[in-house]
């Protein structure tokens, strides 16, 4: 077998050359490399063209000595090109998952491999085309302890299971600090025609009825947020995993689906048989969760009691209150408004399914 050719730059790579010395960005790092004069040089023989040996005799040639006296320098300068996600080879740092999260582009940058792994898994329905330097970058450094790093939540965590659960929370607090759309804390489904949002009432069960829901055939929009373009109209997908604490998981039966972090498990839509949906239609419906003794009961309620539930938990709706409740006006007044006494979640989401779904489209369980 031939030696392998050293080069070219990996895709998204981008150098620029200023007074003979050269400054290259990686994606893979999201940083700028700035190579001195034999790194330089190096660089301009990293063609694809030239073997490492090649490359050597080439440089011995220019510089007046031998290969024998540059072939450990130019190894180990080609090592940090490639570390610093420059150049193909083994050990570079793993690419940028690039994603997007409530209209925000978004870049994950990991180099724990098993933690990458696990966190492109978990996000993969939010996955997006590279959106180079113009997007929110959440960098987790480290394997073990790991540094979790982005603009709007910093932390270390000495776990894998802890990493997790504090990548994702990174990922969904860099996307609802930067995003530009109406949101407020509610789970959005969708079946068929259908598009239920439940609004995020802290312990009242959102992400146990999404869950139950999902196992229903229902789509998961989102189970973080009722994201809007600051008009009525149908909500943005924002299918992010959801967190199921372990009473949830046992309620449902669905205790070994997911990946484990602190205190609960992150599982996507597919995890529960079911879909991520990407165009869900305008809201239809309005679900207020009850914490109460006895079987799930659903009954129409007052959209203002839904305008009460949804306004405190606005994520964005401060940049303008005005115009946040004129939108959020617009959808109830266009939507049915129920309120569900959840009882036992299963039974609760066949209770949903069958009367705001389509006919028929309720599971047996």
Same mark, same amino acid.
């Given at each position: 077998?031939?030696?392998?050719?050293? /080069?070219p730059?990996?895709?998204?790579?981008?150098? #620029?050359?200023l007074?003979?010395?050269?400054?290259?960005?990686s994606?893979?790092?999201?940083e700028?490399?700035? %190579?001195?004069?034999?790194?330089?040089d190096?660089? &301009?023989?990293? @063609?694809?063209?030239?073997t490492?040996?090649?490359?050597?005799a080439?440089?011995?040639?220019?510089?007046?000595?031998?290969?024998?006296?540059l072939r450990? @320098?130019?190894?180990?300068?080609?090592?940090?090109?490639?570390a610093? =996600?420059?150049?193909p080879?083994p050990?570079?740092?793993?690419?940028?998952?690039?994603l !997007?999260?409530? @209209?925000?582009p978004?870049?994950?940058?990991?180099d @724990?491999?098993?933690?990458?792994?696990?966190?492109?898994? %978990? *996000?993969a329905?939010?996955?997006?085309?590279?959106?180079?330097? &113009?997007?929110?970058?959440?960098?987790v450094?480290?394997?073990?302890? *790991?540094?979790v790093?982005s603009?709007?939540?910093?932390?270390?965590? !000495?776990?894998?299971?802890?990493?997790?659960g504090?990548?994702?929370?990174?990922?969904?607090?860099?996307?609802?600090?930067a995003?530009?759309l109406?949101?407020?804390?509610?789970? #959005?489904?969708? $079946?068929?025609?259908?598009t239920?949002?439940?609004?995020g009432?802290?312990?009242?069960?959102k992400?146990?009825l999404?869950?139950? $829901?999902?196992?229903?055939?229902?789509?998961?929009?989102?189970?973080?947020?009722?994201? %809007?373009?600051?008009?009525?109209?149908p909500?943005?997908?924002?299918?992010?995993p959801l967190?199921?604490?372990?009473?949830?998981?046992?309620?449902?039966?669905?205790?070994?689906?997911?990946?484990?972090?602190?205190?609960e !498990?992150?599982v996507?839509?597919?995890?529960? =048989?079911?879909?991520a949906?990407?165009?869900? =239609?305008?809201v239809?419906?309005?679900?207020?969760l009850?914490?109460?003794?006895?079987?799930?009961?659903l009954?129409?309620a007052? &959209?203002?009691?839904a $305008? !009460?539930?949804?306004l405190? &938990?606005?994520?964005?709706?401060?940049?303008?209150? /005005?115009?946040a409740?004129?939108?959020?006006?617009?959808?109830?007044?266009?939507?049915?408004?129920? =309120?569900?006494?959840?009882?036992?979640?299963?039974?609760?989401?066949?209770l949903?399914?069958?009367?705001?779904?389509?006919?028929?489209?309720?599971?047996?369980?």
């Amino acid at each position: 077998m031939s030696p392998p050719r050293v /080069g070219p730059p990996l895709p998204g790579v981008v150098s #620029v050359e200023l007074d003979g010395l050269i400054s290259a960005y990686s994606p893979c790092t999201d940083e700028v490399a700035f %190579l001195n004069s034999t790194a330089s040089d190096v660089w &301009r023989l990293a @063609d694809g063209e030239h073997t490492a040996e090649e490359l050597t005799a080439l440089l011995a040639a220019a510089y007046g000595t031998t290969a024998d006296a540059l072939r450990d @320098d130019v190894g180990r300068l080609l090592d940090g090109l490639v570390a610093a =996600g420059l150049l193909p080879g083994p050990g570079r740092p793993r690419p940028a998952f690039s994603l !997007r999260a409530l @209209d925000v582009p978004m870049r994950l940058l990991v180099d @724990d491999p098993e933690l990458g792994e696990v966190l492109e898994r %978990l *996000w993969a329905d939010c996955a997006a085309a590279p959106c180079g330097e &113009r997007g929110v970058t959440v960098r987790v450094t480290g394997t073990g302890p *790991w540094h979790v790093a982005s603009p709007a939540h910093t932390v270390q965590a !000495r776990t894998l299971a802890e990493a997790v659960g504090e990548a994702c929370a990174a990922v969904n607090l860099s996307a609802v600090a930067a995003t530009p759309l109406l949101a407020y804390h509610a789970a #959005v489904l969708s $079946l068929g025609r259908s598009t239920l949002a439940v609004p995020g009432v802290s312990g009242a069960g959102k992400s146990t009825l999404t869950a139950a $829901l999902l196992l229903e055939g229902w789509e998961l929009v989102s189970d973080e947020a009722l994201a %809007l373009p600051w008009h009525a109209g149908p909500p943005a997908a924002y299918p992010r995993p959801l967190a199921l604490s372990d009473w949830s998981r046992r309620a449902l039966d669905v205790d070994d689906r997911g990946v484990e972090a602190v205190g609960e !498990r992150f599982v996507r839509a597919v995890d529960l =048989g079911a879909l991520a949906s990407g165009t869900p =239609g305008p809201v239809t419906d309005v679900l207020l969760l009850r914490r109460a003794e006895g079987p799930p009961r659903l009954a129409p309620a007052d &959209r203002t009691e839904a $305008l !009460r539930a949804l306004l405190p &938990r606005g994520f964005t709706s401060v940049q303008s209150p /005005g115009a946040a409740l004129r939108t959020i006006a617009d959808v109830l007044a266009q939507a049915r408004t129920w =309120g569900l006494r959840l009882g036992d979640p299963r039974r609760a989401a066949q209770l949903v399914t069958e009367a705001l779904g389509p006919p028929g489209l309720s599971r047996t369980w």
